[in-house]
């Protein structure tokens, strides 16, 4: 079991270079902090919407790549791989961390499709990064690279089918950030209402082998009403990846005896 959190990422990518390099990149680069605190400034100060900054980031790019290792631990094989766009396992992983921790950077621009608009903005950024990392990269493998970037950060729309299991990993871990008021579903700070309410009460989220597909996400709540998230939220963003049929969701309810009491799984 492993529990979704800003810390996960710092497990995944240790001791792999590649990974380690990128990431250091990432948290180091002014452009993409600078980003990343105007997303939310843009989604936080003028929507009221819930956090999509660093810490957003961070809890993404674990989230995803966990997941990824569970279903190539289970026997898949990456897209990337498949279709030779990437010659390792590692620059697969590659894909995932980068697309997951980008994903939200065109909301420093605006709300409204904000999806096309970051993996449009990522360009320079992920030419500085690949020159920091893979400088020996020819041109043709920095596109193809490139590409399968943005088509994770791009994917991470809800209603655009995730085409790749790296975007898919990218767009199913989005989702996952909802613990304790982390709620993907916008609410207003301070008004109580239903989206308020299904924030609060969801107090964290595993992920595990699951008894009948590769992958279980385990959401942990207080009261019902944190289905509100997992049903408007979760399940359409695992309905709209390659995922659909290798993900079961397992809401648990935390008892007066502080026991957690498992509900019917959910299978998207």
């Known amino acids: 079991m492993v529990q979704v959190s800003p810390a996960l990422v710092e497990e995944k990518v240790r001791g792999v270079e590649l990974l380690e390099r990128a990431y250091r990149f990432l948290r180091g680069d002014e452009e993409v902090q600078s980003l990343l605190r105007m997303s939310n400034v843009m989604t936080v100060d003028r929507l ?64 409204h499709q904000h999806e096309l608009i970051g993996a449009v903005m990522s360009d320079p950024i992920l030419d500085r990064l690949l020159d920091e990392v893979m400088s020996d990269a020819t041109v043709s493998k ?22 790749t299991l790296e975007a898919s990993s990218v767009k199913v871990a989005d989702a996952t950030d ?30 595990e082998p699951g008894s009948q597909r590769p992958v ?13 998230q997992v049903e408007q939220v979760l399940l359409p963003k ?23 009491q498992p509900l019917t799984p959910i299978y998207p």
Do not use: C
């Open 216 to 228: 279980r996400i385990k959401v942990v709540m207080t009261s019902y009403a944190g289905f509100f």
């Open 48 to 111: 009221l919407y819930n956090d999509h900054g660093p810490v957003h980031a961070t809890i993404v790019a674990g989230s995803a790549l966990q997941i990824f290792d569970m279903l190539v631990e289970s026997g898949f094989v990456p897209t990337t791989l498949q279709h030779h766009t990437v010659d390792d396992i590692d620059e697969a992983k590659l894909v995932v961390l980068v697309g997951a921790y980008l994903h939200d950077i065109g909301n420093s621009v605006h709300r």
């Open 142 to 163: 920095r596109v193809k690279i490139k590409s399968e970037i943005k088509h994770a950060i791009y994917s991470t729309n809800p209603p655009v089918k995730a085409l």
């Open 178 to 207: 909802m613990a304790e008021g982390r709620a993907r579903i916008p609410y207003s700070k301070g008004k109580l209402d239903m989206h308020s309410l299904s924030a609060l009460s969801i107090k964290r989220v595993e992920l």
């Open 238 to 260: 695992i309905e709209n990846s390659m995922l659909a049929d290798q993900v079961e969701v397992v809401p648990y309810l935390v008892g007066r005896d502080g026991k957690l």
